[in-house]
């Protein structure tokens, strides 16, 4: 009875090992054939060559679509999935540029990062350690990739790679003018830049170019020449 009853046990243990290893196995396989599809479906439309990129580099980020694409010379040579800044944390919109690749610990933001020139916060391209979160709208605003992803990429774009990261644009809810820094100014030189009054990239830091800017559409307007954002000047901007 005592033996019967072991062996009745000891194949219910088994039995749950074996439901767990299946379910673990279909987890996983399944994590990887989402991964396998989407990678394809993303990139099923462009025509890659056997070997890596080797012309001018560009990067657009395209944060409601959570998808980085890379360019070759003007030619669009490979979509990635990836994470993007949630609603309070969101990725700032805005022209800037690599400045900074190093390798990071896998345990805090993946195997490779790539810094850009957000002057308001410390901003990157980067791996993760919770492969889960990418595709969804989870980051401190930064862009999130795969790991294998970003070593791939960390190996053919180099520093002063431009990246335009496309989005939301946000409210500008305060008077600006020189000195100071934030994505409210970003819309603003894209504003100037699309009057054809700037022709800097739009990084999101009030200079003496973006015065300058602003003050040549109010002269051309017939407004007081101030230099900031005043009622008037957003209203004509239609900002």
Known sequence: MNM?????NAKRTKNRFSIIIVALFVLFGGFWLFEYLDAAALNYSVSQPSKAPEGEMHLIVRVPDR???LYDNGRLFKRYRVAVGKRATPTPIGEWNIVYKGWSPREVMGTRWMGLDIPWGSYGIHGTSA?????NFASHGCIRMRNQDSEELYEWVPVGTPVDILGPKPGLNRVLRRGIQGPDVVILQLKLVQ???YQERAKGTFGKDTEAALRAFQ???????????DEKTMKLLQL
Not at 4 to 8: A, D, E, T, V
Not at 131 to 135: A, N, Q, R
């Open 4 to 8: 019967h009853f072991l062996n009745l």
């Open 67 to 69: 998808v980085l694409e």
């Open 131 to 135: 492969p889960w979160s990418i595709g």
């Open 195 to 197: 009057l054809g009054y």
């Open 219 to 229: 002269r051309d307007n017939r407004l007081p020449e101030t230099g900031i954002t």
